[in-house]
Nanobody, 124 residues
């Protein structure tokens, strides 16, 4: 499954960005049936799950971004979004989206191959 993340860039601390993840080759019904998540990976760090959204748009977040990031989806467009507010330099990373399997936060795992992601750089 091809997932295309976009919307990254350079922003000052305290600023905002909105990331998009598109699944152009999935049909609507298939995309709608997937739980989706946003991850990030900073240099020399493990990739971490930041936010998840269920098929019914229930959301869950890592503690590091809760209250600052918001995940949403538009099934009609086959897209998932990550609104990032109050950005900090430590949010700088490559951000990826993926399809999630699992029943709860601790069980979620990404099941699709990783794309290029989109780079987010937050300057202090």
């Amino acid at each position: 499954v091809q997932l295309q993340a976009s919307g990254g860039g350079l922003v000052q601390a305290g600023g905002s960005l909105r990331l998009s993840c598109a699944a152009p080759r999935l049909i609507f019904s298939t995309f709608s049936s997937y739980r989706m998540g946003w991850y990030r990976q900073a240099p020399l760090k493990q990739r971490e799950l930041l936010a998840a959204i269920s098929t019914s748009s229930n959301t869950d977040y890592a503690g590091s971004v809760k209250g600052r990031f918001t995940i949403s989806r538009d099934n009609s467009k086959k897209k998932v979004y990550l609104q990032m507010n109050s950005l900090k330099p430590e949010d700088s990373a490559v951000y990826h989206c993926n399809i999630l399997h699992g029943n709860n936060w601790f069980e979620y795992r990404a099941v699709n191959s990783w794309g290029q992601g989109t780079q987010v750089t937050v300057s202090s």
